[in-house]
């Protein structure tokens, strides 16, 4: 942690500058500790019921994710849904955070730009093995915390990415409020969720839902119209909206729970296939509705 990323976080609770000596917010005295490079402020004992039941879920997980995208053909998916948010940043951003990074994987192409990244996510154990498998970058920093409590002053990053990870959260409202509050005026918004509008995936994700023990009622999908205007209420406009991920999320993105890909000769050049027909299925009207995924563009106004 250089002196740069002390500048630029705060208390998650009242936003006092941080006393690196005695590990305690300097106003409001709330502790926080740094261990292996990684900034926790999870460990007070006063996370809401739901937060526990992530950190939980997600230390069982972490070395299944990291399962997940070890294959050649998981690698070509990740980089396509990466691709999503990579196209729509701005020229030169400053600092970029994003939150609920799991393990780094779009933080690595993140930090591939030169800028400074911030990863955060509510799990120490996922931050955990993503710096295992990052090594050590110069331009990543690594903090836990809930998204609903960003622990960074208003205004600093040019950047706030969720990929795949509101859905996660206790109150998703909260996040997106407190991510307009650290985007500078201006300041760009990237996210993707899971999509509902597909009629075709409404009822084996409801199936999935109940029976596995991964997933729960809180593991939301997100239907367009309100889940847009949700995100204008938080204070952002909308710039770019696209369906994405028909075959190829399920395929090459959930090996671990459909493992057929493993057993299909070439998956690497099939994968390819997979996502060029994505592709073209994200651009057909009536069909581009039925994908995985919805990804949106949106910005703070200056202001």
Not at 9 to 30: F, N, T, V, Y
Not at 100 to 126: N, Q
Request: one cysteine or more; glycine letters at 8%.
């Amino acid at each position: 942690m250089d002196q740069n990323s002390n500048t630029v976080l705060r208390c998650p609770e009242c936003k006092g500058e941080l006393d690196w000596d005695a590990h305690q917010c300097s106003s409001c005295s709330r502790a926080f500790s740094t261990d292996g490079g990684i900034v926790d402020f999870t460990a007070n004992g006063d996370l809401e019921k739901q937060h526990q039941a992530e950190i939980d879920l997600h230390e069982e997980l972490s070395g299944e994710y990291d399962k997940r995208y070890s294959t050649d053909f998981s690698e070509v998916y990740s980089r396509y849904w990466n691709q999503q948010f990579l196209e729509h940043l701005p020229a030169n951003p400053g600092y970029i955070l994003d939150c609920g990074c799991g393990d780094g994987d779009l933080a690595r192409e993140l930090c591939l730009t030169g800028r400074h990244v911030f990863g955060m996510d509510i799990s120490k154990a996922m931050l955990m093995q993503g710096k295992i498998r990052l090594g050590d970058i110069e331009n990543m920093e690594w903090v836990a915390c809930p998204g609903e409590t960003m622990p960074f002053p208003s205004g600093i990053f040019d950047v706030v990415c969720f990929r795949g990870s509101l859905h996660h959260m206790a109150n998703e409202r909260a996040a997106l409020a407190e991510a307009c509050r650290v985007l500078k005026p201006g300041g760009t918004l990237l996210l993707s969720e899971p999509n509902d509008d597909s009629i075709l995936l409404r009822l084996p994700r409801s199936i999935v839902n109940r029976r596995m023990a991964r997933f729960g009622n809180d593991h939301k999908a997100f239907r367009s119209k309100a889940w847009l205007q949700t995100i204008e209420a938080a204070g952002f406009q909308i710039n770019a909206t696209k369906y994405f991920s028909f075959l190829s999320q399920p395929l090459c993105g959930m090996s671990d729970l459909l493992p057929v890909m493993k057993w299909i000769p070439a998956a690497e050049s099939v994968a390819r296939g997979l996502v060029a027909f994505d592709e073209v299925c994200s651009k057909i009207p009536l069909v581009r509705s039925q994908s995985f995924d919805f990804f949106v563009a949106a910005s703070k106004p200056d202001g």
